[in-house]
């Protein structure tokens, strides 16, 4: 029998319209998905398609309020027993976030895919339609089953966890790094060869419960001569922080004096790195007294949408700590 897929649109520039044939100069998130999946009528042999227009917005517009709201969505639709799998159109530039924050928020098994397009729907040669056909098929395909969320472009498979937008430029724009990727696919044909061994969607403490506000969480990028007044600042408005800082997360002595003295304040601060590879471990050297979270392999965005869902039931570092090294 066919499955059923719901494509749930957020907008993004699979969804993005200008000039005939050009890729630049064009508006993401202006066509409706019926009119995107119509364009592709080899989904139909694939399974029965119910879309969804939750949103249509250029993804740097998304914010924790439309995390949310997709997030409440997929799981009601996934309650639906004829509801085989899930496909999610977004735009690409804050697609990392929006998969981490599903990856952690969703309580299912079905299948859950992410795609968008690095060209519009109106240029020569749009990747978007290849992308969602295959989107499709990976949400449609038994062994997907379990694997939690994940990001669909160019024939390749990544985790929710570890898709990192690499290119701003060309179409094979995604990757996850040292962690290779899921898997690849040819056409309709799925190639499973990796899993993720992080804690995710029905595995995920935060997967339980409907979120309607999440704590407000800050990102603070370390250069050479940062000022620590943009610590000071952000503490004003901040219940967490996340360092992005070099190296090994690391920062001057200037950063370290007032990480302390915020710390004793009551702010949570993690520990990532503006090297785009490797892995923050807690350090002694820079975190003397073990104020920080290290952020692990997370991208400092990831490390805060964690954070903003670890600060929901804890305040405690080291049951942060904890959260950290599970997710
Ligand atoms: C967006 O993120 O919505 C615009 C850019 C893109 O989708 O590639």
Redesign the pocket.
Known sequence: MMKTIAIVAT????AGTGQHGKTVAYH??EMDVNELVHSIPMINNIANIECYQLMNV???EMKPEYWMSLSTTINELVEQEHIDGIVVTH????FDETAYYLTLTLNTEKPVVLT???RPATATSADGPYNLYQAVCLAACQEAYGQGVMGLFSNTIYSGRDIQKVNNYKIDAFDQKSFGCLGYMQDDEVYFFTKTFKKHTYQSQFSKTTYTTLPEVAIAYFYAGASSQILYDLAKYNEGIVIVGSGNGNYSQDWLKAINELSKQGIVFVRASRVSQGIVFDDKVFDPYQYCIGANTLSAQKARVLLMLALTQTKDKKQIGVIFNEY
């Open positions: 907008g993004g520039t699979i993401a998130g250029d993804s740097n735009g690409t530039d804050t968008g397009a690095m």
